[in-house]
């Protein structure tokens, strides 16, 4: 079995369950605008940037040619605020299970870490939940300019670890993510369903029974 170098990790359903938060504040928008938006609407918004998340939700209330790009840029300013307030009264009791363990396990082995999310307020999350000093390197929507599937936020994660793609596992829970690990030769590690990730590579249903040992 190949031993991988580096772990790069999604943030939201990996690591930390924000993702109710988000889909607080997409269904709080929808409702504003008239319209419902429902946890299975929501799942087409995993691993995807926030504008693209917008155009999805509007699409879902056939509303996506009704605003202006300015009153778009707004609406999502505003969807952000309210999942900001969410996600500032987070603490360690919203780590997911297995993942403390986990990120431990491969400091431990040496491995080197980076969070590769599309989101923008990982930092604030990171350091809220206490898991900020786990990672090498930080790779969020704040220095990326392309969402997933592009494999951009994982190919700047390795090469600042100055890890080979190949050599890289990436923990994703989102299609998009596993399909942007797949596409530069990393390993896909689904972290869910195989009827939800039907691309992974290897599927857990959640960290806690990830074998560290087996891969690093």
Known sequence: MKKYKAALFDLDGVLVDTAKYHYLAWKELAQRLGFEFTEQ?????????????LEILLEVGGMQNHFSAEEKEQMAAEKNARYVEYISKMDASEILDGALDTLKKLRERGVKIALGS??????????????????????DGNSVSKAKPDPEVFTQGAERLGVAYEDCAVFEDSLAGLQAAKSVN???????????????????????????????
């Open 41 to 53: 609407d929501n799942e087409r918004l995993k691993g995807v940037s926030r504008m693209a998340s």
């Open 118 to 139: 599309a989101s923008k307020n990982s930092p604030i999350i990171l350091k809220n939940v206490g898991l900020t000093e786990y990672f090498d390197e930080i790779v």
């Open 186 to 216: 990393m390993l896909a590690v689904g972290i869910g369903t195989r009827e939800n990730l039907p691309v992974a590579d290897v599927l857990y249903p959640s960290l806690k029974e990830f074998e560290v040992e087996k891969f690093f």
